[in-house]
C-alpha cells in the first residue's frame, strides 16, 4: 500500500478554520484519498475521499494539489467536537481488496 | 451511529481462554471488515469477508478466526488468549466487495482486557 505522512499532532482554536496536510508522494493513479477520524473511545468516521478534483461535504471540504503528491482536510469552523485523530489514507482502487490502511494519523487538538 | 452493531461492548477473560466478539453489518451491507487496536500498534487490518467469503487478510495471528455467515453477521475467534491481546476490536461494514470510492462504517468496538 502506498503510504502516506502526516503531522503527529495540531493545535486549533474554536470557531478557527483547521488545515490538516497529507503528504502521499508514492499515490498510483488508482489511488482514492480517504479521510477518516478517531473521537475518543469511538470506532474511526468517514470524513471525506476524493480521487482528483476537490470535494466539499458538509463536514469539510478536500483539496488536493494538482500531481497527487499531497492533500488539506480543511474544516471550516473548528468546534471542540472536532478534537480527534485524522487519519489520510490511501485507497487503491486496482486490486482486489479495498482494505483502509490505517497510520498513525494527526491528533487533533482544539482550543476553547 | 453507524448502523454497525458490535457486542459485547467490553469483555475481561483470562489467558488461555477463547472468545468470541460478533458484528451485525449495516443493513444491506455485504462486506465487513475486522480492525484490532493496541495502544502500541494503532489500527491493524486483520480480515475482510464479503457475502460470506473471505476477501482479504490481514496481520491476523493463527489463534484468531473469523467468518461471516448467511444472514451477513460476522464473528471473530480469538483463542489461547495472551495478555498482549488486550485491544479494542473493531468492525466495520461497507455496502459492496470495496469499491474504493465507497466509505466504511465502523462499530464502536468490542473491549478486549485478558488478564
Known amino acids: 500500500d502506498a503510504k502516506t505522512t502526516q503531522p503527529n499532532s495540531m493545535e486549533s482554536n474554536e470557531e478557527e478554520p483547521v488545515h490538516l496536510p497529507c503528504n502521499h508522494s508514492t499515490i498510483s493513479g488508482t489511488d482514492y484519498i480517504h479521510w477518516y477520524r478517531q473521537l475518543p473511545s469511538q470506532g474511526p468516521e468517514y470524513v471525506i475521499h476524493?480521487?482528483?478534483s476537490n470535494v466539499n461535504n458538509r463536514m469539510a471540504s478536500l483539496a488536493i494539489a494538482e500531481d497527487r503528491k499531497s492533500s488539506t482536510l480543511i474544516l471550516h469552523r473548528a468546534t471542540l467536537r472536532d478534537a480527534a485523530v485524522y487519519y489520510c489514507?490511501?485507497?487503491?482502487?486496482?486490486?482486489?481488496?479495498?482494505?483502509?490502511?490505517f497510520g498513525k494519523g494527526t491528533l487533533l487538538t482544539v482550543n476553547p | 451511529d453507524s448502523g454497525v452493531t458490535q457486542t459485547p461492548k467490553h469483555l475481561i477473560t483470562a489467558t488461555g481462554q477463547r472468545v468470541t466478539l460478533r458484528c451485525s453489518p449495516r443493513s444491506g451491507d455485504l462486506s465487513v471488515y475486522w480492525y484490532q487496536q493496541s495502544l502500541d500498534q494503532g489500527l491493524q487490518f486483520l480480515i475482510q469477508?464479503?457475502?460470506?467469503?473471505?476477501?482479504a487478510k490481514g496481520n491476523i495471528l493463527e489463534r484468531f478466526s473469523a467468518q461471516q455467515f448467511p444472514d451477513l453477521h460476522s464473528e471473530l475467534n480469538l483463542s489461547s488468549l495472551e495478555l498482549g491481546d488486550s485491544a479494542l476490536y473493531f468492525c466495520a461494514s461497507s455496502a459492496g466487495q470495496g469499491f474504493a470510492g465507497g466509505e466504511l462504517f465502523f462499530g464502536e468496538g468490542s473491549r478486549l482486557t485478558v488478564l
Open positions: 476524493g480521487l482528483t
Open positions: 469477508y464479503y457475502n460470506g467469503e473471505e476477501r
Open positions: 489514507i490511501l485507497r487503491d482502487n486496482g486490486g482486489s481488496n479495498y482494505k483502509l490502511t
